[in-house]
């Protein structure tokens, strides 16, 4: 299909090399990294939001692919998303907005038409 | 008395400087940078602590010393403000360390015996 | 077209997209952002070379493509643009060359043959 | 005297020891870094706002510091100034501000009273 | 043929497009970077290794590619990568994992099969 | 003493901080970063300088002077640590300098005299 399972796939089959050339602590490491957004104190949702303003700020676009894709199974609203972009974007800057571009496609692929 | 009172007057200071000398547009910033945290589909407790993951990964002493202030106030939990450290020392890696260092300080000037 | 062209038509397809479904405050900052680069105390020109060698040590390559073809609509010499590449790659470092190239590659397209 | 004394006294006494303890590499680093400002198809001038704006966005203090104390040495304007940070702001985002403010309390020591 | 020589090939015209068009000072800046992996007090095995982590931290998937390609003509071992990787996930943190499939699909290119 | 047993005294007493305060994966995190340091396929002068350049080229103050620490620790030479500071200057470029100026005063603190 669409960006969202191309990214999918590549994404898990090199996670899957990652797991099998990597060392013991780059296992630990991503274990750490998926134990991060389970429900604790605060909710995944949460979490969720968390981890897609911190991918948008360091601008890594991979990352926040990955937080929008969760935050839409997480049951967070467009509104909701919106906002999470606001705050990336006045504390990171308009160099933040090339990123904003790609996860807006990224949100129309997820959410479409009945959606808007 | 402690830190938390020396940056807030040297915070307010400065600010009142930049507001003086700064240009129409500086001072639009500064209006879009308080609109941002107030309460609209997120509330401002959620936004606060997306204000503070984003200046820990992007490993700012003065921003993440101002949205511990601000979480505090909102009444977010230690337990709470823990998780969103444990998502930026995550995302951002151990060179957040020393920004957290600086943040337990400070925390534990906000929220003395009593509280832990 | 070339790069330039694409590059273009997906940049207005998507800003169009966050304008449309983006909160008061998103419309407000791609305000700022536009306002930033007009004539003030200092000219557009100066204004659309500090934005270029900004986005350059920022490693952005969107940003610094968008302010390349600005300097180029400004009448910036070739000449003038090595010198802000250059500030950008001693400030940068090496890890700012991998942009440059894809910055060179769009000039000889904006400034074909004749030019050099 | 005041704080920029303080730090030229400090760039200078460490620059000395980096030239006496680094290698030929440092030390023709040192020399491009030099180079790159001096009038070549853009003026100092422009080339210092080019060295203040990169230093902002990349939130370094010393560098900042550097770059002001020499716009003022170029002549230049505290209302281009403005405007150079504005641009880094724009650009930068709110991550900014706290550079700004040490921005500001330096540009206060060297522009004093008069010039208000 | 695969990745690796299309990286190669743009990379080198670009770099004479950059020579050709640039100032003395960028020549003197490519240079420094040249001589910067040459055996000295280190020899050039960990100077790359060096390169590498520096790269992967700053998140230059580029140079990433670079220095890979590098440290497997100099001999160094899969294993050997494999920690470096490490020292950059856990210093660079999460936000590094995406350069590091493609820097793990780039190894599966440059040693394939016989050596897994 | 001098700054490096400063950084040492209030590095422990907040890392301890952390660890009483910290989730079960804050913990797990800082037993990474140690691990990560250890002797595996490289040996741990290796990782020293590994974490030393990665730590300039994120221009980390605190993270720099441990790792200098560090290496000097485990007997790596002031002329090999010059070779790690210049692969970081290229790298990060000038950016890079006044965390250098850092660096190299806590060395001289480190390795008095006799050893210049």
Redesign the interface.
Known sequence: MGKVEDFRA??ER??A??HA???L??K??FN??T???ES???DTK??E???L???????????VSYHVVRCVEEGI????I?????????????????H???A??L??ELLPAAD?
């Not at 911190?54 to 601008?59: D, I």
């Not at 906002?83 to 907005?97: H, K, N, Q, R, T």
């Open positions: 590549y994404r090199m996670n090399r990652i050339e990597g060392t602590l780059t630990r490491f750490l990294d134990n991060c957004y604790g104190a605060l949460t979490k939001m968390l981890g303003v911190a991918s948008l700020v360091l601008r890594c676009d991979d990352c609203q467009r509104t909701e919106m906002e999470v972009f606001d705050v990336g974007l006045v504390v990171g800057g308009s160099i933040v907005i090339p904003l571009r790609r807006h496609e949100l129309d808007r």
